[in-house]
């Protein structure tokens, strides 16, 4: 079956706000968050199977460290699908790299789309007829279609898009020129950009024709083109770590965002379980607990043999993994990253990472 879009799916990410079940070996998009038996990786293959029409179609672009696993939860998947970068270089290396590849195979008229491995869609149907009416649009336009997030609240750890100038629509969903993308802002800026109207949540997904996104590196981000055409994956240690938001996104003068409501979460921390799963009594639990005068509590426990027992706790994150246990106020998840580092500047806490 010949592929309406061929999916790329960016996987080498670490997640260390999971941390401790996001580890080195087992990153965020190996977990199963909802206490299913389907990985965040493995969501976003079976989401993207339909439109790739088939495993020969799908791509999967991982890190080295975390390849291994890639095969493993995803046996079907092609070898010479598989590209796998001997170090992180941040995402404007791994979109030039596997748009090179895909145009290599599949020539420059190809559509090509990019998807984070460990993001929470809620629609498929919504999410499906969204990629098809930015894969239209790709199709007929030199454009790179990013899709945007409608905003329900002043988020402060997500990238904006400004909308410009609208454009004919893509099936019945309206499109317009980026006006620009915008740093995580403060809350008052946020607020502001929601007060408008004009701005999305910046998705990390977009879609282009392969000849288009190769002909506007070329242009401006040569510097990450170029090595990587003349060596392939033997350019990384050379390559500057930048994002392809900042190395082309920001410059482009062909960036499209689609407005997009198929119910979204890039589920970011510990707290984003509160969305994912459904409440028991006053907590949330993937696990076993028993819990006395708790309330506003996450609770994860990944052995199911292993009971959590609490009393007298409000609003707080508890992880048992192993011989691990991680307590935190809600409020505070955001610095495990930085425990992390602690951790690795202390070799006998190694193994824990």
Known sequence: MKPSLIPVILAGGKGERFWPLSRRHRPKQFLC???GDRS????????????AGGWEHLWVITA????????????????????????????????????LKIAQRYGEEALVGFFPADHWIGDQACYEATLQAAADL?????AIVTLGIRPNAPATGYGYIEQGEPTPTAGDLPVFKVSRFTEKPDATTAQ???????????????????????????????????????????????????????????????????????????????????????????????????????????????????????????????????????????HRTQEIKTLLKDIQDDNQYDHLL
Do not use: C
């Open 33 to 35: 968050l909802d206490g």
């Open 40 to 51: 965040l990786l493995q969501a976003t293959a079976d989401r993207l199977f339909p439109m």
């Open 64 to 99: 080295e460290l975390v390849a291994a696993g890639v095969r493993e939860q995803l046996p079907q998947l092609p070898e010479s699908n598989l590209l796998i970068e001997p170090e992180g270089r941040d995402t404007a290396p791994a979109v030039a790299w596997a748009t």
């Open 138 to 142: 790709a199709r007929r336009e030199a």
């Open 192 to 330: 502001g950009f929601i007060d408008t109207g004009r701005f999305s949540w910046n998705s990390g997904m977009f879609i282009f024709r392969a000849g288009v996104m190769l002909a506007e590196l070329a242009r401006y981000a040569p510097q990450v083109l170029e090595p990587l055409r003349a060596q392939g994956q033997g350019a990384y240690g050379q390559l500057e770590k930048k994002s392809i938001d900042y190395a082309l996104m920001e410059k482009t003068q062909l960036a499209y965002v689609l407005p997009a409501d198929f119910g979204w979460d890039d589920l970011g921390d510990w707290n984003a379980l509160e969305r994912l799963n459904p409440k028991q009594g006053e907590n949330v639990v993937v696990g076993q607990h028993i819990g006395r005068d708790t309330t506003g509590a996450i609770v994860y426990a990944s052995d199911p043999d292993e009971v959590v027992v609490t009393i007298g706790l409000e609003d707080v994150v508890i992880v048992r993994d192993r011989h691990i246990t991680l307590i935190v106020p809600k």
